[in-house]
């Protein structure tokens, strides 16, 4: 049997955080837009909604990860693991651009021209 994407990133990641809904969950929870930093015992969380005092976006805080929900958490995993393809790419790239470049010099230290070759 193949496992889709999903399944892959979810068994990649434990959930350890145990986010437990409460009765009175509707008045005492926050929305959350997405999680944007991590430490060992807390995520900083994006809020969703406006503060009716300045009408801007409330501030990023840091919340205990057992306060967020899987969903929250497995998303994150995900952006992280893209980032982090993203990071390999590029030192890929750059590593190939700095041997381009060095490539263009002779021993001596001048610049070459494609077909043109110092003494």
């Given at each position: 049997?193949?496992?889709?994407?999903?399944e892959s990133?979810t068994?990649d990641?434990s959930?350890?955080?145990?986010?437990?809904?409460?009765?009175?969950?509707?008045?005492?929870l926050?929305?959350v837009?997405?999680?944007?930093?991590?430490?060992p015992?807390?995520?900083?969380?994006r809020?969703?909604?406006?503060?009716p005092?300045?009408l801007?976006?409330?501030?990023?805080?840091?919340?205990?990860?057992?306060?967020?929900?899987?969903?929250?958490?497995?998303?994150?995993k995900r952006?992280?693991?893209e980032?982090?393809?993203?990071?390999?790419?590029c030192?890929?790239?750059?590593?190939?651009?700095?041997?381009?470049?060095i490539?263009?010099?002779d021993?001596?230290?001048?610049?070459?021209?494609?077909?043109?070759?110092s003494?």
């Open positions: 049997m193949v496992k889709s994407d999903a990133q068994s990641v959930l350890t955080q145990g986010f437990e809904p409460q009765e009175d969950d509707e008045e005492t926050w929305e837009i997405e999680i944007t930093g991590e430490k015992k807390y995520y900083k969380v809020w969703k909604g406006t503060d005092a300045t801007k976006p409330w501030a990023q805080s840091w919340v205990p990860k057992k306060d967020c929900t899987d969903d929250l958490v497995l998303e994150w952006k992280q693991k980032k982090e393809k993203d990071r390999r790419k030192n890929v790239y750059s590593f190939y651009k700095a041997y381009e470049m490539s263009m010099y021993s001596h230290g001048f610049k070459t021209r494609e077909g043109i070759y003494i």
